[in-house]
């Protein structure tokens, strides 16, 4: 496969996990798709990304796993997604939103406490995202955190 290819497949089988993560219900083959697609996303973009491709990779199967309910992966996924924003030295954007996957994590484990945190630590980061846009779809994203 030439990179162009796989730069290709990584985004679109990014963009099917958000039409199914869009989704109200899932079948369980629709489920095990999305999981799929999410990881194999990742994969792909491993050689031929950056770290923000990776990075964000990680966010969204941690919001899958977050989605399905899943805390153990989906905090593992959070946690690598914070690692390659923080130490590739990613945007507020980046690491805002690696605070927000560790926040659903958090609150779909139980643990409300470190879930309120890490919201804090992603509102901390919010004056400094330059685009508007983007800081409004992080505050929007974290009022719907299910901190109890």
Request: charged share 30%; aromatic share 6%.
């Amino acid at each position: 496969m030439s990179e162009e290819e796989q730069i290709s497949l990584a985004k679109a089988l990014f963009n099917e996990v958000w039409s199914l993560l869009d989704q109200e219900t899932r079948s369980p083959a629709e489920v095990a798709r999305m999981i799929h697609a999410a990881h194999a996303s990742r994969y792909l973009w491993q050689d031929v990304g950056t770290e923000v491709q990776h990075a964000r990779g990680e966010w969204q199967v941690s919001r899958v796993y977050s989605v399905l309910r899943r805390s153990e992966p989906a905090l593992f996924h959070a946690r690598l997604c914070l690692e390659v924003a923080e130490s590739g030295g990613l945007s507020a954007f980046d690491r805002a939103f690696a605070h927000e996957a560790l926040a659903r994590g958090y609150a779909v484990a139980g643990e409300l406490e470190k879930a309120r945190a890490e919201v804090a630590l992603a509102k901390a980061l919010a004056p400094e995202i330059e685009d508007e846009e983007d800081r409004q779809v992080l505050e929007a994203d974290l009022t719907t955190v299910p901190l109890g």
